[in-house]
C-alpha cells in the first residue's frame, strides 16, 4: 500500500541554523511527491513538487528538496531557517490513478530557537 | 482571488445534530477533495469528486456524506454528529486528471460535544 513517513513529529533548531525535515514514502513506480507547510490556524500552502527530471528541486521560501529513489526518500531542506518558518510541515505523495487524491505523511512540528 | 473558500470557519455541535460544510473554488477545477486533520495523523482523505455529479470515498468515510451539484461547490455533510467526528476539516481542489497541485482552503475546525 501506498504510505508516507515523517519520523520526526517535532524539530527545533535556532534562527540561522540548516534545516532538514525527513520524509520517506512506500510507492511502487515513480512518484509524485509534495512537500506543503501549514502556518498556525491557516491551511495547506505548497513548497515544492517534483513530477520528474532534475532530483533537486527548488520551492518558494528557500526550501529544496531532493528525491533519492533508492532510499525512497523526499527530504526538505533549507541552508539557513527564519523564526517565520515555523509551522507545521507535510510530505505527501500523489496516489494511483487519475484523481489527484493525496497521501499525507504525519506532519513535522517546526519550532524555531531566537 | 478568492481560490479555495470555507464556510464555516468554526463550529460547535452537540452529538446528534446535523451541518453541512460548504466548499467553493472560483478556479474551475475538475476535482475536489475533502480531507480531515487529526493530531499525529496527518491528513486523511473523506470524500473526492472528479467532477460535476460525481463523488467518491476515500480512506475515512464513515460518518459522513458529499454532493457534487454545482461544479464550483463541494458540500460535506454530517447527518448525526459524534465526538469522533471533532477535527479540522479542509476542501481542496485540483486542476489535472493527472495528480498536480491541490489548492486548500483555511479549513473548519469542528468541535462535537
Known amino acids: 500500500a501506498q504510505s508516507v513517513t515523517q519520523p520526526d513529529i517535532h524539530i527545533t533548531v535556532s534562527e540561522g541554523a540548516s534545516l532538514e525535515l525527513r520524509c520517506n514514502y512506500s510507492y511502487g513506480a515513480t512518484p509524485y511527491l509534495f512537500w506543503y507547510v501549514q502556518s498556525p490556524g491557516q491551511g495547506l500552502q505548497l513548497l515544492l513538487k517534483y513530477f520528474s527530471g532534475d532530483t533537486l528541486v527548488q520551492g518558494i521560501k528557500g526550501f529544496e528538496a531532493e528525491f533519492k529513489r533508492s532510499q525512497s526518500s523526499f527530504n526538505l531542506r533549507k541552508p539557513s531557517v527564519h523564526w517565520s518558518d515555523a509551522a507545521e510541515y507535510f510530505c505527501a505523495v500523489g496516489a494511483r490513478g487519475n484523481t489527484g487524491k493525496l497521501i499525507f505523511g504525519q506532519g513535522t512540528t517546526l519550532q524555531v530557537k531566537p | 482571488n478568492a481560490g479555495v473558500t470555507q464556510t464555516p470557519k468554526f463550529r460547535v455541535l452537540k452529538t446528534g445534530q446535523s451541518m453541512t460544510l460548504l466548499c467553493a473554488q472560483d478556479m474551475n477545477h475538475e476535482y475536489m477533495y475533502w480531507y480531515r486533520q487529526d493530531p499525529g495523523m496527518g491528513l486523511r482523505l473523506i470524500h473526492y469528486?472528479?467532477?460535476?455529479?460525481?463523488?467518491a470515498k476515500g480512506e475515512v468515510p464513515d460518518g459522513y456524506n458529499v454532493s457534487r451539484l454545482k461544479k464550483q461547490n463541494f458540500l460535506l455533510g454530517l447527518e448525526s454528529a459524534a465526538p469522533s467526528q471533532t477535527s479540522v476539516y479542509f476542501c481542496?481542489?485540483?486542476?489535472?486528471?493527472?495528480?498536480?497541485?491541490?489548492?486548500f482552503g483555511q479549513g473548519t475546525r469542528l468541535t462535537v460535544v
Open positions: 469528486s472528479v467532477g460535476e455529479g460525481t463523488t
Open positions: 481542496a481542489s485540483s486542476y489535472s486528471k493527472v495528480v498536480s497541485e491541490a489548492f
